[in-house]
């Protein structure tokens, strides 16, 4: 009725028993995905430099490709060519706000401050940056 087993188990089944392929830790998981959080505000940030540069971005791009390096064992991440499109600021913005809450979220898991902070720091100018102006009326 049905054919027998005749290659052994790609999986260990049995307690003790080590297998032959790699094993990441949930630090080293942690670690990966906070990395892709933070490239991919990477990329936003830049794109949002290239339509309305500002001395805030630019500091706050060297600092996520600090961290996502850092992450990355000092691989530098792949940076966006300024390439200027039709101004969408504000979806630019939101997106960006998103991915930093995000990359709180898993650094805040990891216990890594710095990480946490800078994202922190680049969800409330994001958030900032959202905020209708108000208008003085003189």
Not at 78 to 107: D, F, T, W
Request: proline letters at 4%.
């Amino acid at each position: 009725m049905y054919e027998p087993i005749r290659a052994k188990s790609v999986h260990s089944t049995m307690a003790g028993t080590t297998s032959d392929f790699p094993h990441r830790s949930r630090e080293e998981e942690l670690d990966i995905q906070l990395a892709g959080h933070l490239a991919a505000l990477l990329a936003v940030t830049d794109e949002l430099r290239a339509q309305a540069p500002s001395t805030d971005l630019d500091s706050a791009a060297e600092r996520l490709a600090d961290q996502v390096a850092r992450l990355r064992g000092g691989r530098t991440p792949a940076r966006m060519a300024a390439a200027v499109r039709e101004p969408r600021l504000a979806s630019l913005h939101q997106r960006a706000h998103a991915l930093a809450g995000r990359a709180l979220v898993v650094a805040a898991s990891r216990a890594d401050t710095t990480a946490a902070i800078l994202a922190a720091q680049r969800m409330d100018a994001h958030a900032e940056a959202l905020e209708p102006r108000e208008l003085a009326s003189h």
